[in-house]
């Protein structure tokens, strides 16, 4: 496993993370037992991964993984979760809301602290009365020594001026630690202002849903080409129809998959890839991505020039 710096946090974190969320939600969506979640872990573990990324809603997930680390050495892993502030932004939420949260997250997860707390989904519109309203709280959760790092996560939305991210890393870069957003072979867009201005500010950066939705499914990939070469986004023959991005597998790239994880990480901005597979032959697949991180040139700057133009929801 490779490690990086997660920003000005200096926490040392796997290159690979463990999602409980996305489409899988720890394996809760195909009935997943207690068993299989806390196999996954330990093989997580055996394998070098040492954060773990929840939220107060992913299902059980918080409990799931509390109950599957009890037992391992509370400084071998690091923990992120998340507290969804009023969808709508409503400016008269009561701030003790993400107190209480953040207690009940610490009690599923069977820990007294948590590494990094996220405010969930962050829009621009919503920063300033987020940083107003609760930054106090998570700030006393902080010197109650109960929260480590301030941060946020992003939405799935392709304009960057109604993401927080832009918003936050422009107006509030001293006060986020961490942000979490999704930069893929098909969602190129961050790293136009977004990375750049976090690894300025010394921001980590966490790589969410870097491969979901389209990737994993070749079908849905190809017909995603078909429109957008009939939309014009691309040209007929920037990429090919049937298996459009299968010039990417050889050496060590051993699917499109492997070589998705793999442009996710290739980015200096990048300190973690959360993966959010339920499956450990996955998982060992993508750790093994995580090897060598990185395309050979040529085939990144092919992927550069057909999709960075691209601001799609993919
Ligand atoms: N706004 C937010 O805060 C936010 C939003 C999205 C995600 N997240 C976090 O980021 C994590 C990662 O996002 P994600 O779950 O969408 O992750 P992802 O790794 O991009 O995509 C997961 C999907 O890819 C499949 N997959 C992964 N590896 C595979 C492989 N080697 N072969 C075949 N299929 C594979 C998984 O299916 P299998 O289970 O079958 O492997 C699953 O359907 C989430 O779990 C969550 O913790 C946060």
Redesign the pocket.
């Known amino acids: 496993m490779n490690y990086r710096t997660l920003g000005r946090t200096g926490l040392r974190v796997s290159l690979l ?11 809760q969506r ?1 009935g997943a037992d207690q068993a299989e979640q806390d196999r996954l872990i330990r093989r997580c573990l055996d394998l070098g991964i040492d954060l773990f ?3 107060e809603s ?1 299902g059980d ?1 918080e409990a799931i993984l509390g109950r599957a680390l009890r037992g391992v050495p509370r400084g071998e892993y690091a923990l ?1 979760t ?1 507290w969804a502030y009023p969808r709508d932004g409503d400016p008269s939420g009561d701030p003790k809301d993400l107190a209480r949260s953040v207690e009940r997250s610490l009690r599923r997860l069977n820990t007294d602290h948590i590494e990094v707390m ?1 405010f ?2 962050l829009l621009a519109e919503h920063h300033d009365m987020v940083v107003e309203r609760y930054m106090p709280v998570l700030e006393r959760l902080r010197e109650q020594g109960k929260v480590g790092y301030r941060g946020f ?4 939305i392709v304009d960057p001026h109604q993401s927080g991210a832009l918003t936050g890393l422009t107006r509030a870069p001293d006060l986020w630690d961490v942000i ?3 930069f ?1 072979i098909l969602n190129q867009w961050a790293a136009r202002e977004i990375l750049p201005l976090a690894l300025r500010h010394g921001v980590g950066v ?8 389209r ?2 499914k070749p079908d849905l990939l190809a017909e995603t080409i078909a429109e957008w070469k009939s939309r014009g986004l691309l040209t007929r023959d920037s990429i090919p129809d049937a298996n459009p991005l299968g010039w990417l597998v050889r050496g060590d790239v051993e ?1 499109v ?2 070589a ?2 793999k442009f ?1 990480a290739d980015h200096p901005a990048i300190s973690s ?7 450990i ?3 060992e ?2 750790v093994r ?1 995580m090897e060598r991180p990185y395309l050979r040139q040529a085939d990144r700057v092919r992927l550069e020039r057909i999709f960075s133009h691209i601001a799609e929801y993919a």
Do not use: C, W
């Open positions: 993370s463990q999602g409980t969320g996305g489409p899988s939600q720890f394996g195909r990324d929840t939220h992913y997930s992120v998340k996220m969930h989904g996560s992003t939405r799935y979490m957003l999704k893929g966490l790589n969410m849903a870097a491969v979901r939705i990737l994993p699917s998959i492997g998705a994880y996710a890839v959360i993966t959010g597979t339920s499956s032959e996955h998982m697949s993508n991505a």
